[in-house]
């Protein structure tokens, strides 16, 4: 890590992150790592009844291609964010993720993405287990009924149904089963920089950021 710059952004599930994450990464030129992406991943291979060494196999071979809206995720050249951006497997990939098992599998693979350039590392235990040395960490917050009609617009543009009440419901139980689990619960680090986004805009959020990361590269 000393030859790079890491960035973490975490928090809880609809706070903002992937979109906080793609605009810093596009705008510093950096490698972006979705993690939340890669358990939805691992649970994606895994309803596939893939075993955990070919699961992890399979995870090496994915791409993060960061866009205006959205990261793509491609698995040999086939793009299947649609597959794996859904309620189904997002319920999957939270069950999976408090298995010691599957975190095992993963964290080495988190800790050695694109290991020779500048990276975003998005996702809920970046700042705290995964890059505990990261030069910069924000801990994105928001309340759930915000996060809640994100989560509902983002749904819906990507064409899916969804119920305002059982999303508010998902996330704050979600909430709940990250917060109060054994292994690497969701929790700010000690040197971690808390933006609430509850009432701020996208841009006002990112603009702050910026700033945060313009002061580390100056160092």
């Known amino acids: 890590m000393s030859n790079r710059l890491v960035i973490t952004i975490d928090g ?4 903002g992150k992937g979109s906080l994450a793609r605009n810093l990464a596009l705008f510093l030129d ?36 960061p ?39 993963l964290i080495d693979i988190q800790r050695n993405f694109m290991p020779s350039n500048n990276l975003i590392a998005d996702g809920r235990d970046m700042g705290t287990v995964v890059f505990p040395k990261a030069e910069l960490k924000i801990f994105l917050i928001a ?3 915000v996060r809640a009609k994100r989560r509902y617009l983002e749904l819906q543009n990507r064409g899916q149904e969804v119920n305002m009440r ?7 139980q979600r909430d709940m ?7 690497s619960p969701l929790i700010p680090a000690d040197d971690s920089i808390i933006i609430d986004s509850s009432s701020m805009p ?13 002061k580390e590269l100056n160092k």
């Not at 990939?93 to 599998?105: F, N, V, W």
């Not at 059982?166 to 704050?172: A, H, K, N, S, T």
Request: aromatic share 8%.
């Open 143 to 145: 309340s759930a009924e």
């Open 177 to 183: 089963k990250d917060k109060t689990r054994t292994l």
């Open 202 to 214: 996208l841009d006002e959020v990112l603009s702050f950021t910026k700033k945060l990361a313009k």
């Open 67 to 105: 866009e205006d809206d959205d990261t793509k995720i491609f698995y040999k050249d086939v793009d299947i964010t649609s597959s794996i951006r859904n309620e189904e497997i997002a319920k999957v990939a939270s069950e999976l993720s408090a298995l010691s098992a599957t975190r095992k599998s």
């Open 166 to 172: 059982d999303l508010i419901v998902d996330i704050e």
């Open 12 to 15: 809880p599930s609809a706070a």
């Open 30 to 65: 950096f490698s972006i790592l979705d993690s939340g992406a890669l358990y939805r991943a691992f649970a994606y291979f895994h309803n596939q009844g893939l075993n955990n060494q070919d699961i992890e196999g399979s995870i090496k071979e994915l791409l993060f291609i």
